[in-house]
């Protein structure tokens, strides 16, 4: 079985059942979750347990992960193999220094920025566009100079380079079933952003794993600012592998038209204020149904267990164990301290 299992199923509960976990709605059991071999849980939506799943979860120390419907990272249960304590002191330490500090958040945007141009530059050459070519260019020039000191500076950097890329993604969608004009999120407005939203959960869900495991502290990040429950090295970390994962994945399922426009329930409404997190999902402008999330997670598996060449030596792995070992390079520059990290640039 995959070492990562999902539930996405919104009001369903898990009982402890013999070797597996039964998933129940109501006291129905629409499904059984082998117990062998399984590394990760995540609980997409409204989704209970009972005190005998949480004993088996700690036991087995299975990283158990809980995400709003939409997607959104809500809390974690982990059981940590040691304390970690001088890794993160050499974390704490790095991070407050600007001489480390801005080098490395450079080096994170500018990774960001030439896998968006990656992605553009080659989908210009197979769609023969000219927009495209041209958007390729304005991102490799949006990327900050070596000599940038600033972290607003480079957050700006960011900011340009995300605007200017996101104009672009409308060019890569191959499918007129799914008009996109611009970014928008906090809730998503139409079915492009909001499939983006939730790969973008996810895959920061992954990477937040990954630092966990390695023993750094995932809420002290260096491009994104200390937030209250915001993850920051987790939203720093994830950067790089948006255009190469989430956006590749998302655009391959729109223009191979796996999903389709009946994928979604839209909701006619004036924008409004939402009171909390479960205010905000009970009355989003769109919203996958369930087939489509359950689509759209297996092809994010299909993708994470996909693999590549890396580094000089070429060395085969999947992408999920890229992003672990992107994260220990992070861990070994902050105890050399005078080499900033350096993100993954892929090579398409």
């Known amino acids: ?51 005998g799943v949480v004993d088996f979860l700690m036991e087995n120390k ?30 704490y330490s790095r991070l407050q220094d600007p001489r480390f500090a801005a080098p490395t958040a450079r080096n994170i945007v500018a990774g960001k920025l030439s896998n968006m141009a990656r992605l553009c530059g ?52 191959r499918n007129d079933d799914f008009p996109f004009n611009g970014r928008n999120k906090r809730p998503p407005k139409d079915p492009v952003n909001a499939m983006l939203s939730y790969v973008y959960t996810v895959l920061t869900m992954d990477v937040l794993s990954a630092i966990q495991t390695v023993g750094l502290d995932p809420y002290l990040g260096v491009l994104h600012e200390i937030s209250y429950g915001r993850p920051s090295l987790a939203c720093d970390l994830v950067e790089e592998f948006r255009p190469m ?22 909701r006619n409404q004036p924008f409004q204020t939402y009171a909390d997190e479960g205010d905000m999902v009970k009355h989003r402008p769109v919203e996958m149904k369930p087939q489509a999330r359950t689509r759209l997670m297996a092809a994010y598996e299909e993708m994470m267990a996909s693999t ?22 992070f861990e070994a520059s902050l105890k050399d301290g005078e080499k900033p990290y350096q993100p993954f640039v892929w090579e398409g």
């Open 62 to 91: 299975v990283e158990t992960v809980f995400a709003s419907a939409s997607g959104r990272f809500r809390a974690r249960l982990g059981v940590d193999a040691d304390s970690h304590v001088e890794r993160r002191m050499a974390q």
């Open 245 to 266: 994962v989430a956006d590749r994945l998302v655009l391959g399922l729109l223009n191979r038209r796996v999903v389709t426009p009946e994928d979604f329930l839209t």
């Open 122 to 173: 080659r989908r210009s050459r197979d769609y023969n566009s000219p927009e495209l070519a041209a958007f390729t260019l304005r991102l490799k020039a949006a990327i900050p100079p070596e000599q940038e000191q600033s972290l607003d500076r480079i957050r700006g950097y960011e900011g340009l380079g995300s605007r200017m890329y996101f104009s672009a993604f409308a060019h890569l969608i």
């Open 308 to 329: 590549l060449r890396v580094g000089e030596e070429r060395a085969k792995m999947t992408i999920r164990t890229l992003i672990t070992r992107q994260v220990r390079l």
């Open 1 to 51: 079985m995959n070492d990562t299992v999902y539930v996405l199923e919104t009001g369903a509960w898990l009982k402890k059942d013999g070797g597996s976990l039964a998933v129940l709605k109501g006291s129905t059991v629409i499904d059984r979750i082998p117990g062998h071999g399984m590394k990760r849980l995540i609980l997409m939506g409204r989704v209970s347990m009972t005190s």
